[in-house]
């Protein structure tokens, strides 16, 4: 055990506490206070909400003599700022946390106390404890971040995640450490991910045949038929559709709530953000293009002398080809497949989600909401984010920052 770890371990300490209204100055004054009485600093925290600041640190105590005069000091002076005071005696640091380090997010859209309260016993009941709650949003949902010790990841997500849905609220358990910020690829479905259309059903439209594709593609997101099957039959029905019909898809799509926001902020922390879909590339090279994104693969729809002809071309994208595209962009990416998320909400993306080190259903199908490693059921892709442990605020600066 390294110096470091056992320098406090059996030396008096003070915690004192100063809680009030928040505004400048607070911990320049506490601390400039208790100079005077030459102590060493373990510990600080200090949270702020809603302007009620509480400011815990946790310091060396001073000799016995002058322990008495450290403690009206600090009152007299958090009087005279309207603050109050509270100082506990102690031996030592803080107890180690126990072993299996886990970060929990929450996301609520309201996120209710009931859920809360839910989440909380769960996590004790699981054997672990909550060392350190924070905010990462307020809006366009609530996102809260637990610290969690004394329990592994994997039990812990179990016993989280498997009536999260009930509760009205989206759980996601990871691993903690530093690896975390260092996942360098997000790896996306794009149908019903990020964009709200199916293409095959935007160009069954201009075919006249929408309502039977849709009913066939439902059929096969819920993993009822074959895909590769499926796709077949659908594009079938595309035979003899003007190839301008494409140009016309093209400005049909509506990115999903968000979409912008998570591929910009992503590539601004250094992510490299790519897409795989068994939709077409005739779309999917037009949304790499226009979002600037590093990989995208589809299948191709054959068009010969102006016309569709009612099939694909090349290696099909389906439920297996989307893990392996995930490896193959992770291996050009240079990204450790650990260090990779991947987001859908089809039966056809579970080989792709089960393959990331980080899998997250969105808005998806039960069967695939209950074999990924998270599901966010809110209609806003730039959630993900707080999964990552990037904060709203994190977000809002980098814009301001790039508008100036």
Same mark, same amino acid.
């Given at each position: 055990?390294?110096?470091?770890?056992?320098?406090?371990?059996?030396?008096?300490?003070?915690?004192?506490?100063?809680?009030?209204? !928040? /505004?400048?100055?607070?911990? =320049?004054?506490?601390?400039? *206070?208790?100079?005077?009485?030459? +102590?060493?600093? #373990?510990?600080? &925290?200090?949270?702020?909400?809603?302007?009620?600041?509480?400011?815990?640190?946790?310091?060396?105590?001073?000799?016995?003599?002058?322990?008495?005069?450290?403690?009206?000091?600090?009152?007299?002076?958090?009087?005279?700022?309207?603050?109050?005071?509270?100082?506990?005696?102690?031996?030592?640091?803080?107890?180690?946390?126990?072993?299996?380090?886990?970060?929990?997010?929450?996301?609520?859209?309201?996120?209710?106390?009931?859920?809360?309260?839910?989440?909380?016993?769960?996590?004790?009941?699981?054997?672990?404890?909550? !060392? /350190?709650?924070?905010?990462? =949003?307020?809006?366009?949902? *609530?996102?809260?971040?637990?610290? +969690?010790?004394? #329990?592994?990841? &994997?039990?812990?997500?179990?016993?989280?995640?498997?009536?999260?849905?009930?509760?009205?609220?989206?759980?996601?358990?990871?691993?903690?450490?530093?690896?975390?910020?260092?996942?360098?690829?997000?790896?996306?479905?794009?149908?019903?991910?990020?964009?709200?259309?199916?293409?095959?059903?935007?160009?069954?439209?201009?075919?006249?045949?929408?309502?039977?594709?849709?009913?066939?593609?439902?059929?096969?997101?819920?993993?009822?038929?074959?895909?590769?099957?499926?796709?077949?039959?659908?594009?079938?029905?595309?035979?003899?559709?003007?190839?301008?019909?494409?140009?016309?898809?093209?400005?049909?799509?509506?990115?999903?709530?968000?979409?912008?926001?998570?591929?910009?902020?992503?590539?601004?922390?250094?992510?490299?953000?790519?897409?795989?879909?068994?939709?077409?590339?005739?779309?999917?090279?037009?949304?790499?293009?226009?979002?600037?994104?590093?990989?995208?693969?589809?299948?191709?729809?054959?068009?010969?002398?102006?016309?569709?002809?009612?099939?694909?071309?090349?290696?099909?994208?389906?439920?297996?080809?989307?893990?392996?595209?995930?490896?193959?962009?992770?291996?050009?990416?240079?990204?450790?497949?650990?260090?990779?998320?991947?987001?859908?909400?089809?039966?056809?993306?579970?080989?792709?989600?089960?393959?990331?080190?980080?899998?997250?259903?969105?808005?998806?199908?039960?069967?695939?909401?209950?074999?990924?490693?998270?599901?966010?059921?809110?209609?806003?892709?730039?959630?993900?984010?707080?999964?990552?442990?990037?904060?709203?605020?994190?977000?809002?600066?980098?814009?301001?920052?790039?508008?100036?």
């Amino acid at each position: 055990m390294s110096a470091e770890q056992t320098s406090f371990s059996d030396v008096p300490t003070l915690l004192v506490k100063i809680f009030g209204k !928040d /505004r400048p100055g607070i911990t =320049a004054g506490l601390f400039d *206070t208790l100079a005077a009485y030459s +102590v060493d600093v #373990v510990d600080i &925290e200090q949270v702020v909400t809603r302007g009620r600041m509480v400011l815990c640190a946790l310091v060396t105590a001073p000799p016995r003599a002058l322990e008495g005069d450290l403690r009206a000091t600090v009152h007299s002076w958090a009087e005279s700022i309207k603050m109050q005071a509270e100082i506990i005696s102690g031996l030592g640091d803080n107890r180690p946390r126990g072993l299996g380090r886990s970060l929990v997010t929450v996301l609520g859209h309201p996120l209710t106390a009931e859920a809360t309260a839910a989440i909380a016993a769960k996590i004790a009941k699981a054997g672990g404890n909550i !060392d /350190r709650i924070f905010r990462l =949003a307020k809006y366009p949902v *609530t996102a809260v971040e637990f610290a +969690v010790s004394g #329990v592994e990841t &994997e039990p812990l997500r179990t016993a989280l995640v498997t009536d999260a849905g009930k509760l009205g609220v989206d759980v996601a358990v990871v691993a903690a450490g530093l690896h975390r910020r260092a996942q360098r690829l997000v790896v996306m479905d794009v149908d019903s991910t990020l964009i709200q259309d199916e293409v095959i059903e935007l160009f069954a439209a201009h075919a006249g045949c929408e309502d039977e594709v849709a009913e066939v593609t439902a059929a096969a997101m819920r993993g009822e038929l074959d895909f590769e099957q499926s796709l077949h039959a659908r594009v079938a029905l595309l035979g003899g559709l003007d190839a301008s019909v494409v140009d016309k898809v093209r400005s049909e799509v509506r990115l999903t709530p968000g979409a912008r926001t998570l591929i910009r902020t992503l590539k601004r922390l250094g992510f490299q953000v790519g897409v795989v879909s068994g939709g077409f590339t005739q779309v999917t090279d037009d949304l790499k293009d226009r979002l600037g994104l590093d990989f995208a693969q589809a299948n191709t729809l054959e068009i010969v002398d102006g016309k569709l002809t009612g099939r694909v071309t090349g290696e099909i994208v389906d439920r297996a080809g989307k893990a392996r595209l995930l490896r193959r962009f992770a291996a050009e990416a240079g990204v450790p497949l650990s260090q990779t998320v991947a987001i859908g909400d089809g039966a056809n993306d579970l080989d792709m989600l089960n393959a990331a080190g980080l899998g997250v259903a969105f808005n998806a199908k039960p069967v695939v909401r209950e074999a990924a490693h998270t599901a966010v059921n809110v209609p806003f892709l730039d959630t993900v984010l707080y999964l990552l442990g990037i904060t709203r605020e994190e977000v809002e600066a980098a814009d301001a920052h790039e508008e100036d």
